[in-house]
């Protein structure tokens, strides 16, 4: 009961907001034209588009602010006066009463703000579709920012996800190509990441572990800051941590005012996103403008600083391998490679003809080469290789949805900083210096230094193990033959080895014996 009333609900909000309006009107089909003038009755709606949807999105809740908060990067793809108005989702969703997020404290700290610290802002910094953000100051002096959960947030999304789940289901039984998009393995993941989010105890944890990656022991702390945990004052409803002072990223001039090179800054946020998948394999999942700022001062001037770790992104070996070849390959122009990747990972049926793959594949990616970032749309790209997946009955992955919104978050950040990014020239060369460490000697020495703990419990035990398998009783008469038949095989060998070896030793006698004479 509880998905259609939040459906209707939906359509409800669509129609107060002009929301239908609003797509007709970006269709060019005469039935769409007459259902606009129907609709309209000679009226025309008096707020702006984008208000419109800002503010509709805003009643329908955090999935919708999130939807919001992805499409706003993507000023290639949407009018300017719309991206401009979904930006203010990032960090300016209306806040919810401070005497209920002093109340919230109070419920998960065991005192109130003005008790736990010395100084507490009672207007929040910035609101988002989740929780909002106070600062405040320790009584140690130490300056931290205090985010607070929105109330009664689990029941809300409880009611969207179900509804995502009847939509999944209904895609899925649409054909053939919807079961090979796996809605509901798609929904599952959003589900599982959208319920960590609302514990703040593991968004915590994603801060530290983000933090240990970029330590000044990683060798790249200068390139991204993340803010120190205060785990005593952090509950699975209330997160405290480091105040952080930066400019957000999306303010290119201040940035550009305070002295900070966009070029380069621009190539480093690249550099970050490929350090975080490949060698961590743990990224920053959540990179909207609203959470990404630049440092201003001038210690740390032009570093990154992220903030909000609600959702992150974990690649397991095996993805991040598949991933870095596939990258490679299209870096290289090696079309026929990435066939055959995805035909040895099973992402195509595996009697697809490869040269057809090679050959489709190419036919998406060609003209995008050699072009800077102004000239190349990502969305496009992806549109493209859809329709080729399509063809080729391609299998969605689930567990890499997050990779590709964090990899259009990231385009969308490189196109404002800086328009001739070249975002193919930029990641190669990390790539490839990448794949020569997993390859090659420091790749080995590394893997075998992971190993040496496990080998040297595992090596001294080994011939008791073999012994015992050997001995067994419950051997198959066929497994027992064939190992009599290996051990009469060796013992022939072995004496056709001591033969040959006698007969070495008696040739070399005569020879030496012939010399000295």
Known sequence: MFPLLRLFRIILVSLRYGLDELVLSSLNHPLATCLLRVIRLGTRPRQP????????????????????????TRRDLIPADIANELALLQDRVPPFPSARAAA???????????????QFEVDPVASASIAQVHFAVLHDGREVAVKVLRPGMLSIIEKDLSLLKIVARIIER????????????????????????????????????????FGPESGRGDMLMVPEVIWEYTTSTVFTMQRMYGVPVGQ???????????????????????????????FHADMHPGNIYVSDRPETLGSYIALDFGIVGSLSEFDKNYLAQNFLAFFHRDYRRVAQLHIESGWVPPDTREEELEGAVRAVCEPYFDRPLSEI???????????????FNVEIQPQLVLLQKTLLNVEGLGRQLDP????????????????RQRVGIKGLRQSLEKEAAQWSQMLPALPRLVHDHLNRPNLSPALLAEMVQLRRAQEQGNRLIAALVGVLALGIGVALWALTR
């Open 174 to 213: 649409l054909g053939a190509d919807g079961r090979r998009l796996k809605p509901r393995e798609v929904v599952a993941e959003f589900d599982k990441y959208l319920h960590d989010e609302l514990d703040l105890v593991r968004e915590a944890s994603n801060c530290s572990q983000l933090r240990r990656n």
């Open 104 to 118: 919230c404290i109070e419920a998960a700290l065991g005192a109130p703000p003005e008790k736990l610290f010395a």
């Open 252 to 282: 290119v001039e201040r940035m550009r005012a305070a002295g900070i090179d966009i070029p380069t800054l621009a190539r480093t946020g690249v550099e970050i996103f490929f350090t975080q998948v490949f060698t961590d394999g743990f």
């Open 377 to 391: 749309s990502l969305g496009q790209v992806l549109l493209r290789l859809f329709q080729t997946s399509r063809r």
């Open 420 to 435: 001739n990014l070249d975002l193919w020239k930029t990641a190669k060369p990390y790539l490839e210096r990448w794949m």
């Open 49 to 72: 588009r984008g208000l419109r949807l800002r503010l509709a999105l805003e009643s329908l809740g955090p999935i919708f602010v999130k939807f919001g908060q992805v499409l706003s």
